[in-house]
């Protein structure tokens, strides 16, 4: 598995869009401690969040965006439970893994969260998991953010409540990368 470092210079190069290039290292930092939660393969998880968007410098298609990244990523030799769940996240198939359902959610819960500190002085470290509970009923704010996707979250024995402290606690440690 390639290092985070490698993963964020592979973004860097392939996204030349700043705010999506943090959406990404948002999503590794998330999935990082979602690994953890799920006793899985930690590195596989983060670098497959840093990665999970990987083709969109170059397509904004849905009918592409998935498709792109996960054929780039196969012949970068990268395993096939990662390119599984980049397709899986762009609705080419259902999400049946663990990885594959918590990417999917994990995404979305980043965008709610990004939302969040941005009404809040832009700083994550003014944001509380009760703030984003509340929002998180609010369906006009963050519209783009799917609930029902973060609610996902539901289906692997994670509460609603925990996964959006998880999510706001991962998010914070990388703050300084997310400049927020
Ligand atoms: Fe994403």
Same mark, same amino acid.
């Given at each position: 598995?390639?290092t985070? $470092?490698? !993963?964020? @210079?592979?973004?860097?190069?392939?996204?030349?869009n700043? %705010?999506l290039c943090?959406h990404?290292?948002?999503?590794?930092a998330?999935m990082?401690?979602?690994?953890v939660?799920? #006793? #899985? #393969?930690k590195d596989?998880?983060e670098i $497959?969040g840093i990665? =999970? @968007?990987? *083709?969109?410098?170059v397509?904004? #298609?849905?009918?592409?965006?998935g498709r792109i990244? &996960? %054929?780039?990523?196969? &012949?970068?030799?990268?395993?096939?439970e990662m $390119? @599984?769940a980049?397709? !899986? =996240? /762009?609705? =080419?198939?259902?999400?049946? $893994?663990n990885?594959?359902i918590? +990417?999917?959610a994990? *995404?979305?819960?980043?965008?709610l969260?990004t939302a969040? !500190?941005?009404v809040?002085g832009?700083? +994550? !470290? %003014?944001?509380?998991?009760k703030?984003?509970k509340k929002?998180?009923?609010?369906?006009?704010? /963050?519209?783009? &953010? @799917?609930?029902? &996707?973060?609610k996902?979250?539901?289906k692997?024995?994670?509460?609603? *409540?925990?996964?959006?402290e998880q999510?706001?606690?991962?998010?914070q440690?990388?703050? *300084?990368e997310?400049?927020l």
């Amino acid at each position: 598995m390639i290092t985070r $470092t490698e !993963a964020i @210079d592979l973004i860097r190069q392939k996204v030349p869009n700043e %705010n999506l290039c943090r959406h990404m290292i948002a999503v590794g930092a998330i999935m990082k401690a979602l690994s953890v939660k799920m #006793d #899985d #393969d930690k590195d596989l998880w983060e670098i $497959t969040g840093i990665l =999970h @968007d990987i *083709d969109l410098g170059v397509t904004e #298609d849905p009918m592409q965006h998935g498709r792109i990244g &996960a %054929n780039w990523l196969k &012949a970068e030799g990268m395993p096939l439970e990662m $390119t @599984d769940a980049i397709l !899986a =996240h /762009a609705g =080419h198939s259902e999400c049946k $893994t663990n990885l594959e359902i918590l +990417l999917m959610a994990g *995404d979305q819960l980043s965008g709610l969260i990004t939302a969040c !500190a941005l009404v809040m002085g832009k700083k +994550l !470290a %003014n944001v509380t998991p009760k703030s984003i509970k509340k929002r998180f009923k609010e369906l006009r704010f /963050a519209a783009g &953010a @799917d609930r029902n &996707a973060i609610k996902m979250c539901e289906k692997v024995g994670i509460p609603l *409540d925990e996964f959006i402290e998880q999510g706001l606690i991962a998010m914070q440690s990388v703050s *300084d990368e997310l400049g927020l």
